[in-house]
């Protein structure tokens, strides 16, 4: 078995990849870090995709009340270009302090979306 560290900057990355949704079903991406409590015990980040009348793509965030959950609302994430943020968010700390971070792309084919993601903790 081989272990394969990912470092950007001062971050190591925790878990990257590229999902693409079930039509216009959200996007949930669980995590698992003994650092940020029990080893059983997970982080999450789930995308959900809107459109409105502004046609301006913008993102909302809400947190959910156990503090584990952050839900991406992303609007009008509707062009084949990726659209994403510009500079890392943070979406966590793990209980030594260690800033979470999260950077992602989004481009949309028909009525699915994919997401590419990358979540990183400082070192």
């Given amino acids: 078995m081989s ?12 878990a990257n990849g590229s999902v693409i949704s079930l039509g216009r079903t959200p996007i949930k991406i669980d995590f698992m870090t003994d650092e940020i409590g029990a080893p059983a015990e997970s982080l999450s980040v789930e995308f959900s995709f809107h459109e409105d009348e502004t046609k301006k793509p913008r993102q909302e965030t809400k947190v959910s009340a156990d503090n584990k959950t952050l839900q991406m609302m992303l609007y009008n994430f509707d062009s084949p270009v990726d659209t994403g943020n510009t500079a890392p968010l943070v ?13 992602y792309r989004v481009r949309k084919l028909g009525d699915s979306w994919t997401l590419d993601y990358t979540i990183y903790r400082s070192l």
């Fill in 3 to 14: 272990l394969i560290d990912i470092k950007s900057g001062n971050h190591v990355v925790v």
């Fill in 91 to 103: 979406i966590g700390q793990t209980n030594s302090g260690k800033q979470l971070n999260l950077n």
